[in-house]
């Protein structure tokens, strides 16, 4: 239980001014401000500046982001912004306001300054020590070893005080909250190390391990901070925007040269002029200068079918250019575009899922309460069979080496690197347990249309010889509106064929066949049927759609739906990773069972004309499914997989039912989905095994007294960087450290 603060002083009342308003709020969030809080260290804080609402009436709610420890405050009115951080730094935190991550990321620098400064004075009088008590181990005696240890003493003072001085600050906010911390045991050994070694000083009688005790701090400080440098790189460099985009390079004109060059896609400002090419996908918002183009706009817009847009027209990010090229005004870039906020929303939605608190609390909890168990039976027990001083030494060596830190802290990080793996390989994942479940997951079913079809199905012949103008109207008018494919296609020729009156009507959708309507005075049925063309070709699976007036049939329609050309890699890999594969679609039987042959998938386990409810029995029926589809089309089978995957259409909606969403078009990419799913929960399995099997056998020789705490000291955080070095390994992560910089 948190107790309110005596008295909360005024001295931030100047973030409600005018000036700090215009920076730090928006006008759609009047109330609403971003702070960086400086002394996050754990779940404990998170607990506590989340509680802060309960302490002030003007203070509406706090949500923190652990991973970024920026907390993004509601007030009940604009003038109350001096109220949170003053609250905050009662509680021994300090809260800065940020306007953007841009802005917390440079607090988040200058909070590692703080650290830099630690390790530096803890490396300082440690290698200091280490030189005195290497002086006394080669014999140094009488006056000598008495004022070596004098001198050392001196210098584990600010070692004690300063270094270790976060540590204490996450006991008392845990033990202040009746929480375990892993520190428990750090500031145990320090303190007992310390006060032991000052008390034998005094009286001069027994050992001292002023080196033990320091060298055990920096080496502590620094693994913790080489694992604080990996989790900004995860928190502050995951940039979904460019995982949108083959490469980091576009053509900019240069109005000096009065030619195009490429330039990294970063470097684009506001009033750049940019060339883009076929296939490639447009890296900003802008106007364009061509006279027309074509682009796919499906991941804003789900909107399989390409747009015509026109000269002076905007063009979003994200956007595949279908025509030749594209001369664009640059108009946002970056995380300003209409998708960059699309792909933040969603950052900053599973950067919540590094924080892992459930984890880290059970965990921590369970194991400090294990190390402090047998610290306290062992000391009695050997105090009994030794003495107090053996004791005492054995004990300390013992919680050097079984601290926990290393477990805990790093394999949040390995779920951690293996989501940031996912986003440069283009996965957007809702949920990290969805690297568990991919192990479990025996059953996949396939949606058909726009799943491992392209979506996008092409008139082969249309005989419009028999139909009028009145007629091509009302099919217009009846297909205009429909989002299905074959109406798209429909449509879009009818459009380049010429201009046709649109007439209202109400069409009627009957599954599995087509639409009805009254037009005009006459009832028109545009309903799939069985005729094939002959000159079938390869990859194509033909499809015709009848067009009948008044019950009489006025023309037949032949449409190819094209194979995706990557999905019968996709299958066969799949399938020799011991995979069930199941195509479910509400097509037609011959088209379903076509489609399956052409990508070798059983007919039995094929299910055709089915509807959205019979999907959704099928695949609930199923243990251990996922389900892989286009997005909301499918939202119902979604919902009833054990992991669900959205293939394209518009990747907000998409993520709002499923689990994973594929940023690219490549269906084969989630081969490596897979594959790090694996590799992510061998590597969990694999640090798990390290740790309790390095914990129990160096403890146990701890206690036997095979390990002297020095040894112990420097034991410790090798196991951390072991684990460290496997979650890279396991991850695929292993560059990361290339780029990692003091």
Known sequence: ?????????????????????????????????????????????????????????????????????????????????????????????????????????????????????????????????????????????????????????????????????????????????KTASVDIPVVFVVLTGFLLSANNLLIDSGSVYFDSVTVFVFLLLVSRYFLRLIQGKISYDNDLFSSLFDENKVLRYDEVSGQYSYMPVQGLNQTDRILIKKGQRCPVDGRL???????????????????????????????????????????????????????????????????????SRIYSTIFTIIVISISFTGFFILSGLYNTSVALTRIMSFALIACPCAFVFVLPLTIGLSLRQAGKDGFLIKDYNVFEKLRKTRNIYFDKTGTLSKGVFKILKWDKNRLSDSD????????????????????????????????????????????????????????????????????????????????????????????????????????????????????????????????????ENTYYEKYPEEKIDIVRKSRNTIFIGDGLNDAGAMSASDISIAVQGSADQSLRISDVYLLNNEISSLKKLFSLGNATTQTVKVNSALSVTYNIITGALALMGFINPLAAAILMPISSLLLLLSSLAGTGSLGLRSKLSL
């Open 1 to 177: 239980m948190i107790n309110a603060p005596d008295k909360i002083e005024n001295e931030y009342d100047y973030l409600s001014g005018k000036s700090f308003k215009d920076i730090y709020t928006t006008d759609e969030n009047p109330n609403v401000m971003k702070f960086y809080i400086e002394g996050i260290h754990c779940t404990g804080c998170l607990s506590i500046i989340e509680n802060i609402p309960t302490l002030s009436d003007r203070i509406k709610s706090v949500t923190l982001n652990l991973s970024t420890k920026i907390a993004d405050v509601i007030f009940d009115n604009p003038d109350s912004f001096g109220e949170f951080p003053s609250i905050a730094r009662k509680l021994g935190y300090r809260a800065h306001p940020v306007k953007d991550q841009l802005d917390s990321a440079e607090r988040y620098k200058e909070e590692n300054k703080s650290y830099l400064y630690r390790i530096g004075v803890a490396g300082v009088c440690a290698g200091n020590i280490m030189l005195l008590s290497a002086s006394i181990y080669a014999g140094a005696g009488g006056i000598f070893k008495h004022y070596f240890e004098i001198i050392s003493f001196a210098l584990a003072l600010p070692v004690v005080i300063y270094c270790v001085l976060p540590f204490y600050s996450n006991v008392i906010i845990a033990l202040s909250n």
């Open 472 to 603: 091509i109207s009302a099919i217009l008018s009846m297909e205009a509106n429909s989002e299905h494919p074959v109406a798209r296609s429909i449509v879009d020729d009818l459009h380049t064929s010429g201009s046709f009156l649109q007439i209202n009507c109400e069409p009627e959708t009957v599954y599995t066949k087509g639409i009805k309507a009254d037009v005009a005075g006459h009832f028109y049925e545009i309903y799939s049927d069985d005729q094939k063309l002959q000159n079938d070709t390869d990859g194509i699976v033909t499809r015709s759609v009848s067009i009948y007036k008044d019950n009489v049939k006025l023309s037949t329609i032949f449409l190819g739906e094209e194979i995706k050309g990557d999905a019968k890699e996709l299958i066969e890999f799949l399938k020799s990773n011991g995979f069930e594969i199941y195509l479910l679609s509400g097509d037609k039987r011959d088209n379903v069972e076509r489609f399956a042959q052409g990508l070798s998938i059983p007919l």
């Open 289 to 359: 200068l061509s006279a027309s183009c074509v682009f796919n706009l499906s991941v804003l817009t789900g909107e399989l079918i390409p747009q015509k847009i026109f000269k002076g027209s905007e063009v979003y990010a994200g956007s595949i250019l279908e025509t030749e090229e594209a001369e664009i005004d640059v108009l946002r870039t970056g995380n300003e575009t209409r998708i960059g906020a699309v792909l933040e929303n969603i950052k900053s939605n599973y950067r919540e899922k590094l924080e892992f608190e459930n984890f």
